[in-house]
Nanobody
Framework: QVQLAESGGGLVQPGGSLRLSCAGS????????MAWYRQGTGKQRELVAA???????NYADSVKGRFIISRDNAKNTVYLQMNRLKPEDTAVYYC?????????WGQGTQVTVSS
């Protein structure tokens, strides 16, 4: 069982930056593939960025060059650095952990990009 807790969301102006954190429990956190998803109002949940246990990353086209996903296994934490934020990045951001057939979600953190 893995429990995930996101933090770092908030209100930011267009062009600004935020860093989201996802703290996980469990001794085998480092073996999980981790990802950030987001869900805007009235929209489907979509993958934003993912990182494997080995550190390989991939990004949605809409955030490439602006967002960076990273992990610190010693701290059981995954980060999402979000730069040059746009109003269309407004959403609830969810942390996700996958290992085999097991998938876990955090409770989400709201990010609002508005002037």
């Amino acid at each position: 069982q893995v429990q995930l807790a996101e933090s770092g969301g908030g209100l930011v102006q267009p062009g600004g930056s935020l860093r989201l954190s996802c703290a996980g429990s469990g001794r085998i956190f480092s073996t999980y593939a981790m990802a950030w998803y987001r869900q805007g109002t009235g929209k489907q949940r979509e993958l934003v960025a993912a990182i494997t246990s080995g550190g390989s990353t991939n990004y949605a086209d809409s955030v490439k060059g602006r967002f960076i996903i990273s992990r610190d296994n010693a701290k059981n934490t995954v980060y999402l650095q979000m730069n040059r934020l746009k109003p269309e990045d407004t959403a609830v951001y969810y942390c996700n952990a996958v290992l085999g057939n097991y998938r876990y979600w955090g409770q989400g953190t709201q990010v609002t990009v508005s002037s």
